[in-house]
T-cell receptor
Framework: SQQGEEDPQALSIQEGENATMNCSYK?????LQWYRQNSGRGLVHLIL?????REKHSGRLRVTLDTSKKSSSLLITASRAADTASYFC????????????FGTGTRLKVLA | GAGVSQSPSNKVTEKGKDVELRCDPI?????LYWYRQSLGQGLEFLIY????????KSGLPSDRFSAERTGGSVSTLTIQRTQQEDSAVYLC?????????????FGPGTRLTVL
């Protein structure tokens, strides 16, 4: 089963509103990353949060990490139509292998 | 180069044929990853390279799939005797760190369609 699962699967909001997406995972992690994907092609890295960090900001993005609950959230403030994309979380586990496990993604649609 | 490149961008093939997908990582990146993404789905890990060796091949779905990396740079993913269920976008990523602590940079992907 997927290590990371995003919630909700789809989200539709008006421009200017905030969007919140959640990611849950199952095993201990080294770090967690959020990516954006437009049009089903290449992914763009947004932000990385390490297991010893609780919150991180980058521009209009705010990521939190709760290792006790094995969950993370991505908040996009003051959303824009250009934020319309799929958002994925990816976890780097501490199991000794160096692969990233991606969640199933949240499809965000920002209406102008 | 400026980023990860992949070729071809699109590939249409007939069932039973072999295909080769190519990935050029960012210069100097030691780690290289292959993923597969079916329509509307998340990314499925296929294989990871550290230099020219592949410590983790656990994601390859069958023995029809193989990958190699030469000179610590270019990687080729080969699918033999393609099946319709192989149709997907194949994404390659590279990173400068192999310890799972660094950002992965993705290529634009190759969209494979098996008729």
């Amino acid at each position: 089963s997927q290590q990371g699962e995003e919630d909700p699967q789809a989200l539709s909001i008006q421009e200017g509103e905030n969007a919140t997406m959640n990611c849950s995972y199952k095993t201990s992690i080294n770090n967690l990353q959020w990516y954006r994907q437009n049009s089903g092609r290449g992914l763009v890295h947004l932000i990385l949060i390490r297991s010893n960090e609780r919150e991180k900001h980058s521009g209009r993005l705010r990521v939190t990490l709760d290792t006790s609950k094995k969950s993370s959230s991505l908040l996009i403030t003051a959303s824009r139509a250009a934020d319309t994309a799929s958002y994925f979380c990816a976890t780097a586990t501490t199991s000794g292998t160096y692969k990233y496990i991606f969640g199933t993604g949240t499809r965000l649609k920002v209406l102008a | 180069g400026a980023g990860v490149s992949q070729s071809p961008s699109n590939k249409v093939t007939e069932k039973g044929k072999d295909v080769e997908l190519r990935c050029d990582p960012i210069s100097g990146h030691t780690a290289l990853y292959w993923y597969r993404q079916s329509l509307g789905q998340g990314l499925e890990f296929l294989i990871y390279f550290q230099g020219n060796s592949a410590p983790d091949k656990s994601g390859l779905p069958s023995d029809r799939f193989s990958a190699e990396r030469t000179g610590g740079s270019v990687s080729t993913l080969t699918i033999q005797r393609t099946q319709q269920e192989d149709s997907a976008v194949y994404l390659c990523a590279s990173s400068s760190d192999s310890g799972g602590t660094d950002t992965q940079y993705f290529g634009p992907g190759t969209r494979l369609t098996v008729l």
